[in-house]
């Protein structure tokens, strides 16, 4: 089946200081790779959406010079929270899909901690 | 836009009862429907989606869910709870025909399903 993994799984930072989270489709092309945050006891909430190749999508709302996206192959999305302050910590999720699978494989997640 | 509600925050069943966690529905035009679970800590595990044909749909672990455009829902379905269910249970939408950059799964809040010994 299709497997996504996240690295790091969780990764404890001081404030401001950048951190990068790594996502990668281990047996797939993923054409389209989707960012999601979830904060404690809430639903997923999509931040940005990223084709290969091109510049990342964000939601509103999300900040794309602190959330900076890049999806450099089929295989390897990266997000990079630059300055990290206590208020980004939060677990983030994310997906991969291909031309191939119409549905989203999702990332085991990383859990960001900022002190 | 498309919207996802989940009514219940939390469900409580006993063992070997049945379960059903409920989800209803926006979107513009025709939805692809999904139900994930996670469990504390980690990602989400796909467990079912409707795309077309058949209304009742199957999926991992017994799990299966009836879709019901009428009613715009998509309700989660099980004969017989186990305790291992016990998770957080969350339904998801995306429009058919939703292109672009930005058509990531739209999720509901979540519901926290509770299997009773």
């Known amino acids: 089946g299709a497997v996504v993994s996240q690295h790091p799984s969780r990764v404890i930072c001081k404030s401001g200081t950048s951190v990068k989270i790594e996502c990668r489709s281990l047996?797939?092309?993923?054409?389209?790779m989707f960012w999601y945050r979830q904060f404690p006891k809430q639903s997923l909430m999509l931040m940005a959406t990223?084709?290969?190749?091109?510049?990342?999508?964000?939601e509103q709302g999300v900040e794309k010079d602190k959330f900076l996206i890049n999806h450099a192959s089929l295989t390897l999305s990266t997000l990079t929270v630059t300055s990290a302050h206590p208020e980004d910590s939060s677990f983030y999720i994310c997906s991969a899909r291909s031309s191939t699978y119409n549905e989203q494989f999702f990332g085991p997640g990383t859990r960001l901690t900022v002190l | 836009a498309q919207s996802v509600a989940q009514p219940e925050d939390q469900v409580n069943v006993a063992e070997g009862n049945p379960l059903t966690v409920k989800c209803t529905y926006s979107v513009s035009g025709n939805p692809y429907l999904f139900w994930y679970v996670q469990y504390p800590n980690r990602g989400l595990q796909f467990l079912l989606k409707?795309?077309?044909?058949?209304?009742l749909v199957k999926g991992s672990y017994g799990f299966e869910a009836e879709f019901n455009k009428s009613q715009t829902s998509f309700h989660l379905k099980k004969p017989s709870a186990l305790v291992s269910d016990s998770a957080l249970y969350f339904c998801a939408v995306r429009d058919m025909y939703s292109g672009g950059g930005a058509d990531g799964l739209t999720f509901g809040k979540g519901t926290h399903l509770i299997i009773q010994p």
């Open positions: 990223s084709n290969e190749g091109s510049k990342a999508t964000y």
């Open positions: 409707y795309i077309t044909g058949d209304n």
């Open positions: 047996d797939f092309q993923a054409t389209t």
